[in-house]
């Protein structure tokens, strides 16, 4: 019987891992550079936090994502431990031109 709960808690505790890290959006970055529009980032991800264009006519967009591995849930808490900045950067025509994560802290979960 104890088996069973240790079993049970263990698949708990990675499925919440697997959740918290499906919601970052590497994956699906990595696959569009070059492809997606700013129409399809921002149905994917929303609206950035930032947007900036640059001098020679491309556009920088910057999503800030919150994580929390006090609870292992991603949310939008200011408070939250870690932050990871995604800097995209789009061409002239509105294509995803290349894109950084940049990982830091931001504070502690209240």
């Known amino acids: 019987m104890r088996a069973r709960h240790s079993l049970r808690a263990a698949i708990a505790v990675l499925s919440l891992l697997l959740f918290s890290c499906a919601s970052l959006p590497d994956d699906y970055l990595k696959q569009n550079v070059g492809k997606a529009t700013q129409e399809e980032v921002r149905a994917k991800m929303g609206d950035p936090d930032h947007k900036y264009t640059l001098e020679d006519g491309q556009t920088k967009w910057v999503y800030i994502v919150h994580v929390s591995y006090a609870t292992y849930l991603t949310y939008a808490n200011k408070d939250a431990e870690t932050c990871y900045n995604y800097d995209l950067t789009f061409d ?13 802290d931001c504070g502690t979960v209240n």
């Open 92 to 104: 002239r025509q509105g294509i995803l031109k290349s894109w950084n994560e940049v990982t830091k």
